[in-house]
């Protein structure tokens, strides 16, 4: 992760911030515990649609109403458009998008055009306004999360947006990043050693990240995005309902780009309530020539619908880990909205059946660990004396280049695994047997021994590597207590 050097009035509180194709989350930290602020509507979440209505710009939920009023005047998942050009799109949008210079331009109605940056400000604008009614008004400081594979110009542009609305940008982390550092922040302390996994589903996309843990520090194995998301759930309720109106009433309902964004959404409201409820009513009124459209739906009914959705997911998952059959993954986070579909989780579940599963509130996580990197930060206020930053503001940190074990007779234990992040203390207990030996890369570094102690003696190995690769060590005799000290001038492999 990238480290930013804080000044000391930040100690108090700041946000945390994820920015999604479907919402936005802000999140606030104070003291030592993050929690997620309301927007002025009381919502959790904020929708980033923008419309446009009357010469003005809206968002969250009065952009969200106008989608289905006025579908070409509303614009969905900019997150998906930012940095990116025409061609590159693959959502269909109802309103008209233009290409100028390297920026998508969106069309309101041929009244207005804004570029997808000052779009995006606006949202932020939105978000600031919840910071305010929590903080105070002023300039905020805040983590942003975003996508692990973000281009540079996608993240420029991400800051630039946040420090025009008036939020002071510390620093970005990546988005399966932030779901793990919640976790790990959240009560369960140091990290232990081993591999995660954390399976993004949002509206429009889906990750899933490998991620190994290495004496605290995170490296990423493997990460694969697509554009499968949630929404196919809603396009597979819609169609379902779309079917079921057309049999009753003879009638074509899905030609109307007004009924049939009414559709979507209802379709998307009953799959947020068949995440709690065990039935959810659609009810349209007036969808038609005046009918309505009322629909009971079942849990059942619904896995059913979307049954070849997350076939398509499981697929992308099994495909990744094929690639790594040596991998044990010990936890698996859920973050992103539609991981809270209950048929969701047991997918996952049945992928990792030995996995510890985290991720209650799976659509705030990323939201709650880029505050909890907010307060990561505010405990190492002399960053910038002990780290020096790259042209690309990221951070050199010296690793273990090999892997270090200890050796006692044929038995072979590991003290520091290859890209331990350094300096690093280990205690290690050993088996019978008063002589050692410390090898790096199937050479021995050194023996040592502890004096007036017999073969089968229970020791243990205090070591501590250093930033120069050198490594001091103790060794000492649990029943007598007698202790050697020894040094390592450095790791050989380096």
Not at 14 to 31: C, D, H
Not at 427 to 447: D, F, H, T, W
Request: aromatic content about 4%; charged content about 20%; hydrophobic content about 35%.
């Amino acid at each position: 992760l990238q480290h930013y050097f804080i000044q000391s009035n930040l100690r108090m509180s700041g946000v945390g911030i994820s920015f999604g194709n479907s919402n936005a989350y802000i999140s606030l930290w104070r003291g030592e515990r993050s929690e997620i602020l309301a927007n002025s509507a009381g919502e959790r979440s904020t929708a980033t649609l923008v419309g446009h209505l009357e010469g003005e710009l809206l968002t969250g939920a009065p952009a969200l109403q106008l989608s289905s009023r006025q579908p070409a005047n509303t614009v969905s998942c900019l997150k998906s458009m930012i940095g990116r050009s025409l061609q590159d799109i693959t959502l269909s949008q109802a309103c008209k998008l233009e290409q100028h210079n390297d920026e998508i331009i969106v069309n309101f109605g041929n009244v207005t055009r804004k570029g997808v940056s000052a779009l995006v400000k606006c949202v932020f604008d939105n978000l600031k306004e919840t910071a305010d009614s929590a903080l105070g008004e002023g300039k905020h400081s805040a983590v942003i999360a975003v996508p692990l594979s973000s281009s540079p110009s996608f993240t420029s542009t991400v800051r630039k947006c946040a420090s025009a609305a008036g939020f002071s940008v510390l620093d970005v982390v990546p988005d399966p990043l932030a779901a793990l550092l919640h976790q790990d922040d959240n009560g369960r302390g140091p990290p232990e050693d081993g591999h995660s996994a954390v399976v993004r589903i949002g509206g429009s996309t889906m990750s899933f990240t490998l991620v190994r843990c290495t004496g605290g520090m995170y490296s990423v194995v493997d990460h694969v995005d697509t554009d499968i998301g949630g929404g196919l759930f809603d396009k597979s309720v819609g169609k379902f309902l779309s079917d079921d109106f057309n049999k009753k009433n003879r009638c074509k309902v899905e030609d109307n780009p007004r009924s049939l964004s009414k559709i979507l959404k209802a379709a998307k409201s009953a799959k947020h309530n068949l995440s709690t409820l065990n039935t959810a009513e659609c009810n349209i009124e007036s969808i038609y020539e005046g009918i309505d459209l009322v629909t009971n739906l079942s849990r059942p009914r619904f896995e059913t619908l979307i049954q070849n959705d997350l076939n398509r997911m499981k697929q992308v998952v099994q495909e990744k880990l094929s690639h790594h059959p040596d991998i044990v993954v010990g936890r698996v986070v859920l973050s992103g909205g539609s991981c809270k579909v209950p048929k969701v989780q047991s997918l996952v579940s049945s992928l990792f059946p030995e996995s510890v599963i985290l991720g209650q509130t799976p659509d705030e996580e990323v939201s709650l660990g880029a505050a909890c990197h907010f307060g990561t930060l505010c405990k190492y206020q002399n960053v910038k004396e002990r780290l020096e930053l790259g042209q690309d503001g990221t951070v050199a940190i010296p690793v273990c280049p090999a892997c270090v074990a200890v050796k006692v007779g044929e038995t072979s234990t590991v003290a520091f695994a290859k890209n331990t992040p350094l300096p690093c203390k280990v205690e290690v207990e050993l088996p019978e047997g008063n002589a050692i030996s410390i090898e790096a890369g199937g050479k021995c570094l050194v023996k040592a021994s502890v004096p007036a102690s017999d073969e089968k003696c229970r020791i243990s190995l205090h070591l501590e590597m250093l930033e120069d690769l050198s490594i001091e060590g103790i060794i000492k005799d649990l029943g007598n207590n007698e202790r050697t000290s020894f040094s390592v001038p450095g790791v050989a492999g380096a």
